[in-house]
């Protein structure tokens, strides 16, 4: 049975003689009667009707949900009308590609005629009287529009998005419907749909009060939604449920109040679905190397940094970056990296699967790594392994290091690392003439004490530096901080210059003799700082302890012995009266 009535909610009226063409309502007449899906309307308590007097007995018939069923079926060409059952036939009328339900399969009057003889009524006959064809209703449809929707701004090129592309349309959890999505059909189509039917108190004669008042749910409806085979594993397929249902005029289709699902009200017959295509999140992780705290500039160096990278889902657990196959193979890697050269980031250096939540990745100032595909709701956490700094280097901050990631987001985080050592060379010229320089000057550089000897940022002595034939000497690797130079032997001929206070900065060197404060000279890498040292030619003066000082001490020496002893032997010879 594909239609239901409800016992209450009749209307009488009667039209024709009297009562005029239009007719008139009749409220005190006798009263049908529904029972066992049958409307029975018994008039023979008025004995003798009224000649030329039409009388109307009007109520509401719903569809039930199976009728909803079969015409989206039929619509949609999943079953065709020869297939129907006899029995469907029966209640199903198609009129060139249109579909009605009868309202009423079986119609028929009883009655006897009555005749007047000699100015009484006489009783006739009983006749029965049957309508082989009662006018259908024409079975009202809704029709479901699917749209595709991409959210993929960060996509960098939008032809590379599936197309076209097959989803299905799910009813109740079960595939119904697939339908063909593409750039040709602007991503969308409509398919017929089964909706139910809510009827709100007082449309269409039921109670406003009573047993009967508030929403009658005649025909329960379906719960829609699209699904996606396949799903371009760049995206993320979000779509909302509906269950659309026609409001008792078959002109609206409203989705339900009752299981809680969004109110929307969509004009005419036509209700709407959105699946929405939303490119999943990514991360560009880049290494940047700076001499300065602020991180104001940058340079590039030819040293390898390692970067970790953690991923949590939506509810803190580590992210589910696989799937596996019944023998333990990897089956689906989903989220990817691709490791670039700045200067070149159409094409990787490096690309693989994420296999894990943690990973880490090897990366050069001149290198970035993106990962693609975290699904939404996922967080990051992105550090740096600090053990695998490179001596001469130290961490200085991340910028956008942790985060969560909502759908088509792209994020760029950024490792600082600063350069807290530097190559110092010395350079030994003379004072009078900085173009000649000076081979065989030897220092030791000191910590800011004086006294401890100083060592490079991988912890080694320095040691004794001497100048080469180019009048240099290079320390290298030398950790920011302030030193103490000091010249223990002069080159030939030359004095030995005073201590020299040194600074170490990430981007310069300052350097400090005899008062004068200098700027050491960047090399054109900026990693070599030039201090020129300047030595006087002569000799050695006294204060500096060294050889000259040695001859003029023996010198002296002598020369008071021989005064000595010339002046006892002189007071000796008086005591005796010697001249």
Known sequence: MLVEGKSDGFTYSRSGGKYGNKGQNWTNGPKAVYSNGQVKWDLSSLGTLENGVTYKVSFTVWPKQAAYNLMADLHNGKVSYNDLSPEQKSMIVNKNGSYYLKTNTQAFVDYKKVKTENGKEVEGETGYSKYDDPDPMKLSYTTLKVTKNWTDSTLDNKSTRPNPIKVWIVRDGEKYQEVTLSKANNWEQTVYIAPGL???????????????????QSSPGHVYTVAEDGIDRRYELSV?????????????????LIDGLSNTKWPGKTATITAKNILKNSLKISKVVTTKDDASDSITVDKTFKVNLSLTDSSGNPLKTVDYDADGKISNGELQYAIYDKSNPQNPIKTGAIDSPTMSFDLKTSQYVRVINIPSGASYTVTEDQSSIPAGYKFLKI???TGKLNGDKSVDVTVYNKRNALNVAILKVDTANVNKVLKGAEFVLYKKDGVTE????DGQKIGKLVTNSEGKVVIGNLLEGEYVLKETKAPSGYKLAAPITVHVLGNKVVFTQQGIQKDGVPSADGFTYTMTITNSSGTELPMTGGSG???LMIIGTVLVVISLSYGFRLWYRRERGEE
């Open 240 to 256: 909302s449920p509906i269950k659309p249902l026609l409001d008792g005029t078959t002109t609206n289709t409203i989705d339900d």
């Open 399 to 401: 910028a956008n290091g």
């Open 454 to 457: 100083a060592t490079n940022a």
């Open 198 to 216: 809510k009827v709100k108190p007082g449309d269409h004669g039921t109670d406003k009060t009573g047993a009967n008042a508030g929403i009658i």
């Open 549 to 551: 000082v040695k001859l």
